[in-house]
T-cell receptor, first 114, second 117 residues
Framework: DSGVTQTPKHLITATGQRVTLRCSPRSGDLSVYWYQQSLDQGLQFLIQ???????AKGNILERFSAQQFPDLHSELNLSSLELGDSALYFC?????????????FGPGTRLTVT | AQKVTQAQTEISVVEKEDVTLDCVYETRDTTYYLFWYKQPPSGELVFLIRRNSFDEQNEISGRYSWNFQKSTSSFNFTITASQVVDSAVYFCALSDIYGGATNKLIFGTGTLLAVQP
C-alpha cells in the first residue's frame, strides 16, 4: 500500500458527461501528479501540483482540468467525455515536486466511457 | 527530447529462466533519474528502483538486478530464476529537469513478461 488513495476505483459513464476523480496524497506529501494510461497513448503525464499551485502540464486536454485543495487532496475533472477518454487514471504524490523525490502511485481509477 | 524506448513488447519465458528487459533513454540533461515500475494484472503501479545519473553502479536486490550504462543510454533490468508471480507489464521511466523544476515521469511503452510454469 503506497499510502495514496484514489476514488472511485471504477467509473462508467456516457459520452458527453462530466466526472471528477479524487486523489489523497500520502501524509506529508505536498506534490500531486496525474497520469493517464490508455491503449493508444500508453502511460502519460497530465499535470502536476505542488502545495496548491500548478507546477507542470503535460498532454492534458482542454476538456480536462485539475486542482489541489488546501488539505492537499486533488481532483481531476473530465468533461464532455469521449470514448477515447476511457483509460486508467493514476494519481501519484511526492514530498516535494522536484527530481530528488520519489513518486508513489495510487491504485488508479478505471474510467469507462460508453 | 526526452524519450524512453522499450523495444521488447512481449517476452515469454519458462519458470526459473533468467530474463532481461531492455530500456534505452534519451535526455539532454546531465542530471536525471531512471525508474522501473511493475504493473501486475491487478493494475497498480509498483515501484521497483530509482537510479540517478551520477551513480552507474549496478544494483542487485534479491532476484532483481539492474545494469545502468550511460555510454549506451541504457538501464536494463534482469530477473534471475523467474517465477510465475513475476508475470506483469514492466515500465521503464525517466525524470529530468528539462523544461523546469518538475518531476514528471516519461514512461516507455512497457514490456509484458509472461512466465509460464
Amino acid at each position: 500500500d503506497s499510502g495514496v488513495t484514489q476514488t472511485p476505483k471504477h467509473l462508467i459513464t456516457a459520452t458527453g458527461q462530466r466526472v471528477t476523480l479524487r486523489c489523497s496524497p500520502r501524509s506529508g506529501d505536498l506534490s500531486v501528479y496525474w497520469y493517464q494510461q490508455s491503449l493508444d497513448q500508453g502511460l502519460q503525464f497530465l499535470i502536476q501540483y505542488y502545495n496548491g499551485e500548478e507546477r507542470a502540464k503535460g498532454n492534458i486536454l482542454e476538456r480536462f482540468s485539475a486542482q489541489q485543495f488546501p488539505d492537499l487532496h486533488s481532483e481531476l475533472n473530465l468533461s464532455s467525455l469521449e470514448l477515447g477518454d476511457s483509460a486508467l487514471y493514476f494519481c501519484a504524490s511526492s514530498f516535494r515536486g522536484d527530481l530528488t523525490n520519489e513518486q508513489y502511485f495510487g491504485p488508479g481509477t478505471r474510467l469507462t466511457v460508453t | 527530447a526526452q524519450k524512453v524506448t522499450q523495444a521488447q513488447t512481449e517476452i515469454s519465458v519458462v519458470e526459473k529462466e533468467d530474463v532481461t528487459l531492455d530500456c534505452v533513454y534519451e535526455t539532454r540533461d546531465t542530471t536525471y533519474y531512471l525508474f522501473w515500475y511493475k504493473q501486475p494484472p491487478s493494475g497498480e503501479l509498483v515501484f521497483l528502483i530509482r537510479r540517478n545519473s551520477f551513480d552507474e553502479q549496478n544494483e542487485i536486490s534479491g532476484r532483481y538486478s539492474w545494469n545502468f550504462q550511460k555510454s549506451t543510454s541504457s538501464f536494463n533490468f534482469t530477473i534471475t530464476a523467474s517465477q510465475v508471480v513475476d508475470s506483469a507489464v514492466y515500465f521503464c521511466a525517466l525524470s529530468d529537469i528539462y523544461g523546469g523544476a518538475t518531476n514528471k515521469l516519461i514512461f516507455g511503452t512497457g514490456t509484458l513478461l509472461a512466465v509460464q510454469p
